[in-house]
């Protein structure tokens, strides 16, 4: 019960942390001046990187088979960010796919 109480309020920071996030990154932008799409590329990126980023460095400082778990890390971040993001993606909305591409 415990556990589902913290997920649940992990989720609720989650949500209000990202809305916070886009927020300021908007008004970063505008105040700037500079299109959105450059503070998505950079400073958001960046910042969506960061607990993983922060996850290998800690778990190499610690030893134990900390290599292991960076590199764990990184393949299944790569892994879910592709599968993920272009399933909910593609659920979301049609993703144009031409003919010859699907053809041998």
Do not use: C
């Not at 996030?21 to 998505?40: C, D, E, N």
């Not at 879910?80 to 593609?90: C, D, E, T, V, Y």
């Amino acid at each position: 019960m415990l556990q589902v109480v913290l997920f649940l309020i992990g989720f609720v920071f989650l949500t209000g942390g990202a809305e916070l996030l886009v927020r300021g990154a908007s008004r970063l932008a505008a105040s700037l001046k500079v299109p959105t799409v450059v503070i998505g590329l950079t400073i958001v990126a960046f910042g969506t990187s960061l607990p993983e980023l922060l996850v290998s460095l800690l778990a190499n400082l610690q030893g134990n088979g900390g290599s292991d778990i960076a590199i764990g890390n990184i393949v299944g971040s790569n892994i879910a960010n592709l599968l993920l993001i272009l399933g909910i993606a593609s659920v979301m909305a049609v993703i144009p796919v031409e003919r010859h591409l699907l053809r041998r």
